[in-house]
T-cell receptor
Framework: GQNIDQPTEMTATEGAIVQINCTYQTSGFNGLFWYQQHAGEAPTFLSYNVLDGLEEKGRFSSFLSRSKGYSYLLLKELQMKDSASYLCAVTNAGNMLTFGGGTRLMVKP | SQTIHQWPATLVQPVGSPLSLECTVEGTSNPNLYWYRQAAGRGLQLLFYSVGIGQISSEVPQNLSASRPQDRQFILSSKKLLLSDSGFYLC??????????FGEGSRLTVL
């Protein structure tokens, strides 16, 4: 089976940096995804990590350590529009995605 | 271009009534398709997935069923809705790059 843990809520200030952690336990790991979901909307793809290390994409970066079963999403220069839920998802050898419960990020002025 | 659409976007149904949510994909062939449900404030729960016409796998025993009558069509149904069926239903398509690409979602309220 698969188990994915991430904090339920986080609060950060506009312009700051925030790190959202995700730990997982899975059999047949085949990659880790981060999605952003605004309230009432469908999730949108942010990043994909299959190898260890940091993937940078603009203000967002995602890190993976397969040996530790750990990933984080780093958001820099926070903007009010970054207030959303961030979903960590792990895929196994069968390409099935299992999602964590999501972290609701509130950005305050 | 490759797109995924689902409808209706919103519906309010009484307990015991039937349900049909439809999802279609354009711009690809033989896609892997998924139905997820998201209860209020919760994560995404995989309900069904399909790798081809007539091929349905159920992840969780539910008051729901799914069908794939055509290559790019995926339907979620129920004969009698329960209060616990309320939620945000998302159809998704598995792209070759590995990511799931979601439809707009269907918000169901059962009263």
């Amino acid at each position: 089976g698969q188990n994915i843990d991430q904090p339920t809520e986080m609060t950060a200030t506009e312009g700051a940096i925030v790190q959202i952690n995700c730990t997982y336990q899975t059999s047949g790991f085949n990659g880790l995804f981060w999605y952003q979901q605004h309230a009432g909307e469908a999730p949108t793809f942010l990043s994909y990590n299959v190898l260890d290390g940091l993937e940078e994409k603009g203000r967002f970066s995602s890190f993976l350590s397969r040996s530790k079963g750990y990933s984080y999403l780093l958001l820099k220069e926070l903007q009010m529009k970054d207030s959303a839920s961030y979903l960590c998802a792990v895929t196994n050898a069968g390409n099935m995605l299992t999602f964590g419960g999501g972290t609701r990020l509130m950005v305050k002025p | 271009s490759q797109t995924i659409h689902q409808w209706p976007a919103t519906l309010v149904q009484p307990v015991g009534s039937p349900l049909s949510l439809e999802c279609t994909v354009e711009g690809t062939s033989n896609p892997n398709l998924y139905w997820y449900r998201q209860a209020a404030g919760r994560g995404l729960q995989l309900l069904f997935y399909s790798v081809g016409i007539g091929q349905i796998s159920s992840e969780v025993p539910q008051n729901l069923s799914a069908s794939r009558p055509q290559d790019r069509q995926f339907i979620l149904s129920s004969k009698k809705l329960l209060l616990s069926d309320s939620g945000f239903y998302l159809c998704a398509w598995h792209r070759d790059t590995g990511e799931l690409f979601f439809g707009e979602g269907s918000r169901l309220t059962v009263l």
